[in-house]
């Protein structure tokens, strides 16, 4: 498939009114409220096309499947350091648009972070590119990391640019046994020193910790940090294979600041403190709220009640204006962040 | 305007104003309202109609209330360190002096933020937050006087960028007021907020979008240590080339940053750094940790510059020394400001592996256009600051120097990079934003501003060219034949 062909079956769709659902593997059809429209399959426009690892940037197509960037990267010693998560046949456009991260991303920084520039097909079939492959550019408004996590309904990401980094040269996974507060107050506390706590993860009593970094700094820290050593699947908790997320009872996910004391109730903590996942009804986005963050509905049958915490009017109204901006004719993914989107 | 029209809306808008705000807050008398005429790009100046200082929130939105519904243009300013005359004034409008919003409301140790007024220094923030062993990490040269909102606004790096981000990276929330006086809220101290993100939309956007009335930032826990290492090259392209072997070998130094030897020069008269002064080019690489980290990394990075041709390394033995190291670096500007009556300071960024080919163009238009050019980089990130030699009071000389500008900027376009990587684009790269940006794009960006600020009030004519600017500069520049933006009536 071509770009032109691509932006004329957008052209040709907002010319009908004619709403589109874009698409790539589906691995995250899951994820935010329902999606409609005629199907655009991104798939076929695919390929990495540019990669120079002296330059930390890899471009590649929408359609090009994330495992595939990420052995490109693998094989050059490199990575995407916020971990995104696949959840199935993930493509590299979809990843960005859904602008999910891992467990690095309490201390790499999220996916916003590292975007440098898209080419985009906007909802007029228009296509436009913002940013480019440097580390620094402020020329224009960041369109490039206003994209990232938009769902789609800004517009179809063609291709993007995004800084990567080189791979850890050691790794290891320390295990404590604390409660709840006590691995709150333990988290915080090591964010607070230079040690290089890379992700983390309390579940029943038990916090692991990992350490990425120089041999001698991981070294450092682990005495520092103490508790066992073990063999932890860091991919079970990215890819929410865990045992916690089995099971069908509505799934919520908690931004909150990491400080946050324990919220009393069953649940799984990530980066730092700040990311918790549990189960639950609508009460919890009075809970983030209340804390300083907000609940999204992550995984559930029902998302009738809406997938994201709501927004005040002002930032509401700035959303349907952005959106107009982008497009007018609001065909793009229609309702999946928010209705009035 | 005519001149007595003028004269009766600036008395109109000062009363307003005077309604609300004490009289010392509100300046148009010449006198007063000269100081405020330039920010730090002084070739750009303009007397404003009116200066307005608020100390509260509250005032701000009152101000803009007024601005909005008098259709007022209204400029926010910083400190005035800006170098793309992202603050000039408007001649018809008030400028929105948040100078009084000093205060810092809160630093959290434990969650690693503060909470502060727009009008706070950049390096307050870093002292504030040193007894609890933690800092800010943006960290522009002009930190002692800049401010954190006009960091905001122009998504301000600094020479420790690669490793630790720029001002997108470190700020977690703003509150601000929309041009109607509308308060709001992007971002969050939990890690992403709902929605689309506008935190990073307004990060950059130059004062554009609304106005920034507090800022929470991302505190780090500072490095045990540091260390940097001083490396000498023969040859300006060799050391070009170090830069992307360290970068290849694995390795994220906290800084990397480069000087030709006409800015080495320039420096050592002015502070003495300690520099090789013999060396075509020398490379600061900084390496951040525990000591044995530090350590470590020193003797890596050592080798892949041996290896690179270096031919000398001297790394620092202490605290002192590094801070000597950095000083000169710190200081090019200044120290440039002393050899030349005036100088012209661009902020390319291009891919690092076009470093040595984009050096050699720049050595070409020195000659091309009879200026001199010593070069400062922030080489780590492909950032780079030529600074042109000129002399204002020459109009030849400042004609000149605007074409080798516009020429350099252009070379980076083409080589895949940006018009400005840390400045802006503000008044000063108006006319390459059409070099770099297709009509399409910059409709968008129009759209993007009217979906915030409909009337256009907020920062008029800055950031985004027009398009029949762009077709009026497409005119003047045409190169190889090919007219820009050719879908555009002409003039």
């Known amino acids: 498939m071509t770009l032109q062909a691509l932006s004329d079956r957008i052209r040709d769709a907002a010319d009908r009114r004619l709403a589109l659902r874009l698409r790539g593997g589906g691995s995250k059809d899951f994820y935010g409220n329902e999606a409609r429209g005629e199907l655009v399959d991104t798939r076929a426009y695919a390929g990495i096309a540019d990669y120079e690892p002296s330059e930390l940037v890899i471009t590649a197509r929408c359609g090009t499947p994330l495992a595939e960037v990420e052995k490109t990267l693998a094989e050059r010693g490199q990575c995407l350091p916020f971990e995104p998560p696949h959840f199935g046949a993930a493509t590299f456009g979809g990843c960005v648009a859904a602008g999910l991260s891992g467990p ?173 996942w549990t189960r639950g009804g609508n009460a919890l986005r009075e809970v983030a709220k209340r804390a300083g963050g907000h609940a999204t509905l992550f995984r559930a049958a029902d998302k009738s009640g809406g997938a994201f915490a709501p927004l005040d009017p002002v930032l509401m109204r700035l959303h349907r204006e952005l959106k107009n901006a982008f497009d007018p004719a609001g065909i793009l993914n229609p309702g999946r962040l928010y209705a009035e989107l | 305007m005519g001149e007595a029209l003028s004269l009766s809306r600036r008395h109109e808008v000062a009363r307003a104003l005077r309604a609300f705000l004490p009289q010392r807050a509100v300046l148009f008398e010449e006198e007063d309202t000269r100081p405020y005429e330039c920010d730090g790009l002084t070739a750009y100046r303009q007397l404003p109609m009116v200066v307005a200082l608020p100390e509260t929130e509250e005032q701000v939105q009152r101000i803009l209330r007024v601005c909005s519904s008098m259709q007022i243009p209204v400029v926010p300013r910083g400190a005035g360190t800006g170098l793309s005359g992202g603050a000039l004034p408007p001649g018809d409008g008030v400028l929105l002096s948040m100078a009084k919003f000093m205060r810092v409301l809160r630093v959290d140790p434990r969650a690693r933020v503060a909470v502060v007024q727009p009008g706070v220094r950049n390096a307050v923030i870093s002292e504030v937050a040193a007894p609890h062993g933690l800092y800010y990490a943006p960290d522009p040269s002009s930190q002692i006087a800049c401010t954190i909102g006009g960091n905001v606004a122009e998504n301000s790096g600094g020479v420790h960028c690669l490793k630790y981000g720029l001002t997108v990276h470190n700020v977690l929330r703003l509150r601000g007021l929309t041009i109607d006086g509308e308060p709001l809220e992007v971002g969050a101290e939990a890690p992403d907020a709902p929605g689309l993100d506008l935190l990073a939309l307004a990060i950059g956007s ?268 497409g005119r003047m520049h045409v190169h190889g034949g090919k007219l820009p933006h050719p879908e555009l009536p002409r003039f």
């Open chain 1, 104 to 276: 690095r991303r309490a201390s790499s920084g999220a996916l916003r972070d590292f975007v440098l520039g898209v080419k985009l097909v906007d909802g007029r079939g228009r296509i436009l590119q913002f940013g480019g492959q440097v580390m620094k550019n402020v020329a224009g408004y960041d369109v490039s990391r206003l994209v990232a996590g938009s769902l789609g309904t800004l517009g179809l990401i063609a291709e993007a640019s995004l800084k990567v980094l080189p791979r850890a040269q050691v790794e290891c996974t320390l295990r404590l046994e604390m409660d709840e507060a006590r691995a709150l107050d333990s988290m915080n506390r090591w964010a607070g020193e230079p040690l290089p706590v890379s992700a983390t993860l309390w579940h029943a009593g038990v916090l692991d910790v990992r350490l990425s970094g120089s041999e001698p700094a991981v070294r450092g820290a682990a005495k520092r940090i103490g508790g066992a050593e073990v063999k932890s699947d860091w991919n079970a908790v990215r890819e929410q294979t865990h045992p916690f997320f089995a099971g069908g009872a509505p799934l919520w996910r908690l931004s909150v600041p990491s400080v946050t004391p324990p919220l009393g109730f069953s649940q799984l903590i990530e980066w730092g403190g700040a990311l918790r």
């Open chain 2, 206 to 473: 130059e004062g554009m979008l609304f106005v920034v009335t507090e800022v929470t930032v991302k505190l780090l826990p500072k490095p045990q240590c540091a260390r940097v290492i001083m490396a000498s090259f023969d040859d300006v392209e060799k050391a070009g080339n170090a830069v992307a072997d360290i970068i290849a070998a694995g390795i994220i130094p906290a800084g990397l940053e480069m000087m030709d030897r006409p800015a080495t020069r320039a420096v050592e008269q002015f502070v003495a750094a300690g520099y090789d002064l013999a060396a075509a080019a020398i490379l600061l690489c900084e390496s951040d940790g525990t000591e044995a980290e530090v350590e470590h990394e020193i003797t890596r990075m050592e080798a892949v510059l041996a290896a690179a041709g270096a031919v000398r390394c001297t790394v620092s033995r202490n605290e002192a020394e590094r801070l000597r190291f950095w000083s000169g670096r710190k200081a090019a500007f200044p120290a440039v400001g002393r050899i030349s009556p005036d100088y012209y300071c661009m902020d390319g960024t291009i891919p690092r592996k076009r470093l040595g080919e984009v050096l050699n163009f720049i050595a070409g238009m020195e000659k091309k256009y009879g200026l001199r050019c010593p070069n400062v980089f922030h080489a780590g990130d492909g950032n780079l600051h030529p600074l042109i030699l000129f002399d204002a009071n020459n109009a030849d000389e400042l004609h000149r120097t605007e074409e080798f500008a516009a020429e350099v900027l252009e070379k980076c376009v083409a080589v895949g990079g940006t018009i400005t990587g840390e400045h802006g684009v503000g008044v000063e790269k108006i006319n390459q934003m059409c070099t770099q940006f297709g009509t399409a794009e910059l409709e968008l960006f129009h759209a993007v501003k009217h979906a915030f600020d409909r009337g256009t009030l907020l920062n008029p004519g800055k950031a985004v060219p027009t398009l029949a600017r762009c077709a009026e500069y």
